[in-house]
Nanobody
């Protein structure tokens, strides 16, 4: 059974930072492209960042230069360092694992940016 478990969300002031983490189990982690997506209230889920099995990263324009995705294949984890947070970054952040036609999601972790 595949499980993706996110952690690290919370309430932070504008300009602050958080480190989100996703622990994966039940799948051959190293071959999967891992990603972070987010969904704000009333909006569609959107891509934040992805990292391939080979370590190639891709970011949404809105987060380039502020967010960094990384993975540790020895621990089956993927992290998202989020810096210089803005109120518009408020959303539920979801971890995603994709390989061929296999697609898995975590349950999400809430990030709220507010003063």
């Amino acid at each position: 059974q595949v499980q993706l478990v996110e952690s690290g969300g919370g309430l932070v002031q504008p300009g602050g930072s958080l480190r989100l983490s996703c622990a994966a189990s039940g799948l051959p982690f190293s071959i999967y492209t891992m990603g972070w997506y987010r969904q704000a209230p009333g909006k569609q889920r959107e891509l934040v960042a992805t990292i391939t099995s080979g370590g190639i990263t891709n970011y949404a324009d809105a987060v380039k230069g502020r967010f960094t995705i990384s993975r540790d294949n020895t621990k089956n984890t993927v992290a998202l360092q989020v810096n210089s947070l803005k109120p518009e970054d408020t959303a539920v952040y979801y971890c995603n694992a994709e390989f061929m036609r296999r697609l898995y999601w975590g349950q999400g972790t809430q990030v709220t940016v507010s003063s």
